[in-house]
């Protein structure tokens, strides 16, 4: 009978890498978990992603799908009360008037990004309160106008949003968007709560063309193709997963001055709490209001993991014993190499830490302290001469994400502002080294989280608070945290990152950044 069935909830994060499902009770306690990567569909000729790096959502949709049927034919003893959906962000999808995509989602992956921002003019993201990476929607869309089916587009929304719709029978035209969102706050007027229709206008974007804005957590019945399984009859779909926020949720803290992000395959999602609306003082910070009090800080930590898949991609021959099989770095095995180096004497590690070359995360289109460089795609500065081994570059490539990390918060924030760092996500969990030279830098602990996949877990236990099943979002356990390095060690990291910043503060030095890789074949 339908009474004696447990109450449960669904979450599923559609990341860079893959589909990741999550059943859980209402404690929190997990049921069912399914993953599916977007590797192991390519060996079955099935593509999510063309070679721009933009996703094709009819496979998307179809493997979400089958995941969930899958599911409901699995699992007998659960009714599942609510569901729902946190996404890559941001990525673009144009739709036509029955609601199907005319292209892939548009992600802020293409290159030449850097070219579209110079568009924008000088003052868009004080107007705003935005950084680069909330201005890359607008980007976006200077793009897309300068394609030929955007004249076909009847609407045009983010992918999170359009997932979020495609579980619902609303029709096309009520479309909704959860905002302020991160993949839309550059196009988004936070003093009306509303489009920012003057500087959309400049686009020639129809009012029409955008969803409608509806508050955070909203909810709509589960469209009825899915209700005819007992499992999902009484499914209420909860909008609103603003764009990886879940990371700081998942991260299970309540406190203020707190650090938090996912530290995942693509990149580190940058969250700090604070009750307050701030004042948007630097062209660095975004605000994002999560419900009518409680606004969220997104601070530049960015794309740690892109910065990884970066290293392996173009240090091949470096790396031929360290790849997965689908050609990511094998982080466990850097990690016991560089174990062995840290447990030399403190004169030995001081040593090899001065020896090692300089290295910017590789991004196109993100800002670099208070000026922003946003034309700067990184990479390492290398002795031609000079040979390195993989561990020396997986090493240099740790520090140089945490010297961007440490330089950003220099920038923005005083010592007092923070207590911890809490991280979830896979590099998090994987890189010991990481952790402990963040510490060391920042002089903060470094927290994580002992539950997988911990942005899914969130998603679904946030969707039970806005169908009133739960009152909050129970907090998640989290390890021992990681403790700053103290003597000899901590002052060579402070050595090595006065050198970057001489290195940063001339940028005419970036014309010796490289990548390379014939300087460091073995």
């Not at 969930?68 to 036509?96: C, F, K, M, R, W």
């Not at 009518?292 to 930590?301: A, G, M, Q, T, Y």
């Amino acid at each position: 009978m339908m009474s004696n069935k447990i109450h449960g909830c669904i979450g599923i994060d559609v990341g860079t890498s893959g589909i990741r499902l999550l059943l859980l009770n209402i404690e929190g306690n997990t049921i069912k978990k399914k993953m599916v990567t977007f590797e192991h569909l390519r060996t079955s000729n099935y593509y999510i992603w063309d070679e721009h790096r933009r996703i094709h959502l009819a496979p998307l949709l179809k493997t979400l799908n089958q995941m969930l049927l899958d599911l409901a034919h699995e699992v007998t003893n659960v009714q599942v009360q609510s569901l729902s959906i946190s996404s890559i962000g941001p990525s673009l999808v144009l739709l036509s008037e029955n609601g199907e995509p005319i292209s892939p989602a548009y992600t802020y992956a293409y290159k030449g990004a850097h070219s579209f921002i110079k568009k924008l003019d000088s003052n868009f993201q004080i107007r705003t309160g935005s950084m680069f990476s909330g201005a890359l929607p607008y980007v976006q869309l200077l793009k897309l106008v300068e394609e030929d089916n955007f004249k076909d587009c009847f609407k045009i929304t983010t992918l999170n949003d359009y997932i979020t719709w495609y579980l619902t029978d609303i029709p096309v035209s009520a479309l909704f968007s959860t905002l302020p969102n991160a993949s839309y706050t550059g196009l988004y007027s936070m003093k009306n709560d509303d489009w920012d229709w003057p500087l959309l206008k400049n686009l020639g974007l129809q009012k029409t063309i955008l969803p409608k804005i509806i508050p955070l957590g909203s909810i709509f019945p589960l469209r009825k193709e899915l209700t005819k399984h007992p499992f999902f009859v009484n499914t209420q779909v909860a909008a609103g997963t603003i764009d990886g926020i879940d990371a700081f949720w998942a991260t299970g803290s309540r406190k203020e001055n707190v650090i938090v992000g996912s530290v995942s395959t693509t990149g580190a999602l940058r969250r700090w709490r604070n009750t307050r609306k701030k004042i948007f003082n630097s062209r660095l910070i975004q605000c994002v209001k999560i419900d009518k009090n409680s606004w969220v800080e997104l601070i530049p930590f960015n794309n740690v993991g892109t910065s990884f898949n970066w290293l392996a991609h173009n240090f091949k021959q470096n790396f031929v014993n360290y790849l997965t099989e689908t050609q990511h770095l094998n982080i466990e095995k850097l990690e016991k190499e560089s174990i062995i180096i840290f447990s030399l004497n403190n004169e030995e590690i001081s040593s090899y830490l001065l020896e090692l070359p300089l290295f910017f995360p590789y991004i196109e289109g993100e800002p670099r302290g208070p000026q922003g460089r946003g034309n700067i795609q990184g990479g390492f500065i290398i002795e031609e001469s000079k040979l390195l081994r993989s561990i020396d570059l997986y090493i240099t490539l740790i520090l140089g994400i945490s010297f961007m990390f440490r330089h950003n918060f220099d920038v923005l924030f005083s010592q007092k502002d923070f207590t911890e760092i809490r991280l979830t996500g896979l590099i998090a969990r994987k890189s010991a080294l990481f952790l402990t030279i963040l510490a060391t830098l920042t002089n903060l602990n470094v927290v994580i989280m002992k539950k997988e996949q911990s942005v899914a877990w969130a998603t679904a236990m946030r969707s039970l608070t806005y169908i009133k099943e739960i009152k909050e979002v129970p907090n998640l356990e989290t390890f021992d945290p990681v403790v700053p390095r103290k003597g000899e060690i901590r002052d060579v990291l402070e050595i090595l990152y006065t050198r970057y910043l001489k290195v940063y503060e001339n940028p005419a030095i970036f014309d010796m950044v490289t990548s390379d890789t014939e300087l460091l074949e073995l």
